[in-house]
Antibody
């Protein structure tokens, strides 16, 4: 059964870069049938799509975050990563990594990780 | 802010039916090439996919949950309401104008 696990610092300083990794187990990230995405959620609020990547490295980003976001994939480690630059307090949210088929629903989710932006 | 609008809350007694609407526009739900999905989320946990491709259920999701799409709106139905259905529910789809996946504002279901 496919499992996703987010990892990375839980505390980032303002103006620095947030870096998270999603480790995929129980399935190959190289499967051409699926895309891999990051979604975030402020505590008590709604969901926001950050962006998606496929196994070959093609990316799609939320225009509202595009200038600050980089998503990459490492097929050798079966993981994909998120970098969000110039963070502010508004980036203090729970970050989820997910798997989806193109144009379809997000079937598999990590447990989520809270990242706090604070000095 | 979200481009998909949902009612903040709906409620019903156990065993009854609730419907949750998700209102969008011609660039998202109204685009025939864009499919709607629905998610259930309990406090402190990750969302769970309930409906994908407008009306399909992933394996393991009971047929008490149903989805439909018409025009620029979509609807999630829950029949035979259980206390365990108390959660937040979100719709989502691709927006062709924004070139982004968008989610609804979320609806809290309360079982009276």
């Amino acid at each position: 059964q496919l499992q996703l696990q987010e990892s990375g610092p839980g505390l980032v300083k303002p103006s620095e870069t947030l870096s998270l990794t999603c480790i995929v187990s129980g399935g190959s990230i190289s499967s051409g049938d699926y895309y891999w995405a990051w979604i975030r959620q402020p505590p008590g609020k709604g969901l926001e799509w950050i962006g998606s990547i496929n196994y070959s490295g093609s990316t799609w980003y939320n225009p509202s975050l595009k200038s600050r976001v980089t998503i990459s994939v490492d097929t050798s480690k079966n993981q994909f990563s998120l970098k969000l630059s110039s963070v502010t307090a508004a980036d203090t949210v729970v970050y989820y990594c997910t798997r989806h088929t193109p144009g379809s629903g997000y079937l598999n989710w990590g447990q989520g990780t809270l990242v706090t932006v604070s000095s | 802010q979200s481009v998909l609008t949902q009612p903040p809350s709906v409620s019903a007694a156990p065993g009854q039916k609730v419907t949750i609407s998700c209102s969008g526009s011609s660039s998202n739900i109204g685009d025939k090439n864009n499919y709607v999905s629905w998610y259930q989320q309990f406090p402190g946990t990750a969302p769970k996919l309930l409906i994908y491709d407008n009306s399909k259920r992933p394996s393991g999701i009971p047929d008490r949950f149903s989805g439909s799409k018409s025009g620029t709106s979509a609807t999630l139905g829950i029949t035979g309401l259980l206390t365990g259905d108390e959660a937040d529910y979100y719709c989502g789809t691709w927006d062709s104008s924004l070139s982004a996946h968008v989610f609804g504002t979320g609806t809290k279901v309360t079982v009276l």
